[in-house]
């Protein structure tokens, strides 16, 4: 899949899976930390691949292992040019979506594996036609789990703590009323993996995900 005409597409900016999830390095070893990462992006890319509103999807990475993972689910591999942090990578992929002419950008994490197709085609069809923005808070509205633009370089992204705050007034200062999807309605983007408790929050995912079979046999208290 190469090139983007037209449409929504979706980008999940991935850290090098051997430096993911750095805040459950006190309740578990690298080697599983690597391979929750693995796990979780595979079952976005799943979502996202079956997601029919779609134009296509791609993942924004340095590490070959996660950009051959895109390929393998039918998307593309946006190959950071600098590891430079989230925003950085995010505003390389809207500058390219925006230079092939995409209609919009969708910015989704990659540790959000109960994310559904019905939820990607649901939070699109609730998107405005042009010159629009939505958002989805995290579970805890403060951080962004979704954030959808058109087009793909309508807003700079803003991304980490607080970037929910700041996502909503980048939009208003442009003069755009952000359509905000409650985080009930979208549970799937709105509850990410990214401390112990939630990991042993998650077993509970469908048996089916890769996630799933992974935390399957953890014991968490």
Do not use: Y
Not at 33 to 42: F, G, H, K, P, V
Not at 127 to 145: F, M, P, W
């Amino acid at each position: 899949m190469s090139g983007a005409r037209g449409g929504i597409w979706a980008v999940v900016p991935v850290k090098d899976f051997a430096l993911a999830k750095q805040r459950l390095a006190g309740a578990f070893t690298p080697a599983f930390r690597q391979e929750l990462a693995r796990a979780m992006l595979c079952d976005v890319l799943g979502a996202l691949r079956e997601a029919r509103e779609l134009a296509g999807f791609a993942v924004i990475t340095a590490d070959p292992q996660a950009g051959r993972l895109a390929q393998e689910f039918g998307g593309r591999w946006l190959m950071e040019r600098e590891v430079s942090g989230l925003n950085a990578a995010v505003t390389q992929a809207a500058a390219v979506l925006d230079a092939e002419g995409a209609a919009g950008m969708l910015v989704l994490p990659g540790d959000v594996p109960a994310v559904t197709p019905r939820e990607i085609e649901a939070l699109l069809a609730g998107h405005g036609t042009s010159r629009a923005i939505s958002l989805i808070a995290a579970e805890d509205r403060d951080g962004t789990n979704a954030l959808l633009v058109s087009p793909p370089q309508a807003m700079s992204p803003a991304f980490g703590p607080g970037s929910f705050a700041r996502h909503r007034a980048g939009a208003e200062a442009l003069g755009i009323v952000p359509t905000l999807q409650e985080p009930a309605r979208f549970p799937g983007f709105a509850h990410d993996i990214d401390t112990p408790e939630a990991v042993c929050r998650f077993k509970g995912l469908r048996p089916s995900s890769n996630t799933g079979r992974l935390l399957a046999s953890l014991q968490c208290s």
